[in-house]
T-cell receptor, first 113, second 115 residues
Framework: DVKVTQSSRYLVKRTGEKVFLECVQD?????MFWYRQDPGLGLRLIYF???????EKGDIPEGYSVSREKKERFSLILESASTNQTSMYLC????????????FGPGTRLTVL | KNQVEQSPQSLIILEGKNCTLQCNYTVSPFSNLRWYKQDTGRGPVSLTI?????NTKSNGRYTATLDADTKQSSLHITASQLSDSASYICVVSDEYGGATNKLIFGTGTLLAVQP
């Protein structure tokens, strides 16, 4: 079974703090993704990566950066957390395939006070 | 603009009853459509995937249908159980195994099954 894990289920940070969200997948997938999920808005793509050290902006990259130093690990960084970044953050991964199905991690509920 | 719209927004049914969730999309080109189930506080898990040539796909008590002409899909849940309480998300892909893997997400239908 594909397994995507995220470093924290719940996280509480203060405004202005630097926040790291970690994601690890164990299926040797080329592609990894970071989404945020807010009520009434669905999942929105923040960044994705299709190879080590490669990254592409998604629909809402402002205020975020990412790092992919190893194939299995994709990190989301909030350089200076703000209250409007309070959200559920979901990591996903997949490989190039006919259906390009994405497999999701359990999510990190981030609260910025 | 590529969009996926789901209805209803929320639904309450009694255990053992059937229900149908709707998804309309305006995505072009169309590659495939999937339904995901997301339990509260968890990540989405895939239920079914259909390409334009498939008009029905089942996974246990879940049956998805697709009408590529009218750009509509439905998810039918038979003999509902308390564990079916979750958000159901319709997702459409406009790429055929492409590098960017662009997915367009609906906002989901929140289903509550009551005893």
């Amino acid at each position: 079974d594909v397994k995507v894990t995220q470093s924290s289920r719940y996280l509480v940070k203060r405004t202005g703090e630097k926040v790291f969200l970690e994601c690890v997948q164990d299926m040797d997938h080329e592609n990894m993704f970071w989404y945020r999920q807010d009520p009434g808005l669905g999942l929105r793509l923040i960044y994705f990566s299709y190879d080590v050290k490669m990254k592409e902006k998604g629909d809402i990259p402002e205020g975020y950066s990412v790092s992919r130093e190893k194939k299995e690990r994709f990190s989301l960084i909030l350089e200076s957390a703000s209250t409007n970044q309070t959200s559920m953050y979901l990591c996903a991964s997949n490989s190039y395939s006919l259906y390009n199905e994405q497999f999701f991690g359990p999510g990190t509920r981030l609260t910025v006070l | 603009k590529n969009q996926v719209e789901q209805s209803p927004q929320s639904l309450i049914i009694l255990e053992g009853k059937n229900c149908t969730l709707q998804c309309n999309y305006t995505v072009s080109p169309f590659s495939n459509l999937r339904w995901y189930k997301q339990d509260t506080g968890r990540g989405p898990v895939s239920l079914t995937i259909m390409t334009f040539s498939e008009n029905t796909k089942s996974n246990g008590r879940y049956t998805a249908t697709l009408d590529a002409d009218t750009k509509q899909s439905s998810l039918h849940i038979t003999a509902s159980q308390l564990s079916d309480s979750a958000s159901y998300i319709c997702v459409v892909s406009d790429e055929y195994g492409g590098a960017t893997n662009k997915l367009i997400f609906g906002t989901g239908t929140l289903l509550a099954v009551q005893p």
